[in-house]
Nanobody, 111 residues
Framework: VQLAESGGGLVRPGESLELSCAASGFLFSLYPMNWHRQAPGKEREWVASIDSTGRIIKYADSVKGRFTISRHNLKKTVSLQMNSLKPEDTAVYYC?????WGQGTQVTVSS
């Protein structure tokens, strides 16, 4: 079972970024997927979840209305579209399912 995030980078406040997570080694279409993040000096926090069908989606209040989670079961990927980014969104972003985590991708929002 493996998850690999990509798409992180350095952006200015108000800009957008899309993260992607590629899955392998398990029946991706059967499992819900999550995005989490960990900012420097803080605990890891949950950001968004999507169920196996893509119909049930939940967001943390801090990103609701700005972030969009989606999945492509045939491609075995889950994405996180992040708009109107703020400096407080700076963190390492991780995708996760069950007890499996990716290595993370760094997102830095700074002017």
């Amino acid at each position: 079972v493996q998850l690999a995030e990509s798409g992180g980078g350095l952006v200015r406040p108000g800009e957008s970024l899309e993260l992607s997570c590629a899955a392998s080694g398990f029946l991706f279409s059967l499992y819900p997927m999550n995005w989490h993040r960990q900012a420097p000096g803080k605990e890891r926090e949950w950001v968004a979840s999507i169920d196996s069908t893509g119909r049930i989606i939940k967001y943390a209040d801090s990103v609701k209305g700005r972030f969009t989670i989606s999945r492509h079961n045939l491609k075995k990927t889950v994405s996180l579209q992040m708009n109107s980014l703020k400096p407080e969104d700076t963190a390492v972003y991780y995708c996760n399912t069950r007890d499996t985590w990716g290595q993370g991708t760094q997102v830095t929002v700074s002017s």
